[in-house]
């Protein structure tokens, strides 16, 4: 059911179509964090985490201490969508 409720189903009605074409795309979920809490959450992991955890969390925390806020992003893979790729006769008619 959740498949159907955000895809989206356009009729060409006065359009020419001239192919159809249908491929998979690969795409990525961007979040925006909120840059203090994603710093309280990385420095609550490295205070219950081993010596291991810190060699790799502390670099991240201080990359994302030295950047804006407004360029911080999460990217999180989806899962493969199906997409149709349709082109339409773009010559003026007479």
């Known amino acids: 059911m ?3 409720l955000y895809r989206q189903i356009r009729c060409f009605h006065r359009e020419e179509v001239v192919s159809v074409r ?3 795309q690969r795409k990525d979920a961007l979040v ?4 203090p809490d ?3 959450r990385i420095a609550e992991e490295m205070e219950h985490s081993g010596v291991a955890a810190h060699v790799s969390l502390n670099p991240l925390l ?3 201490s030295a950047t804006p806020e407004h360029q911080l992003r ?8 199906p997409v149709a ?3 339409t006769d773009a010559r003026p008619k007479p």
């Open 62 to 64: 201080m990359a994302i």
């Open 85 to 87: 790729n349709i082109r």
């Open 74 to 81: 999460l990217r999180r893979p989806v899962r493969v969508q």
């Open 2 to 4: 959740t498949l159907h």
């Open 38 to 40: 994603l710093m309280r």
């Open 22 to 24: 249908f491929s998979w």
């Open 32 to 35: 925006t964090p909120d840059k």
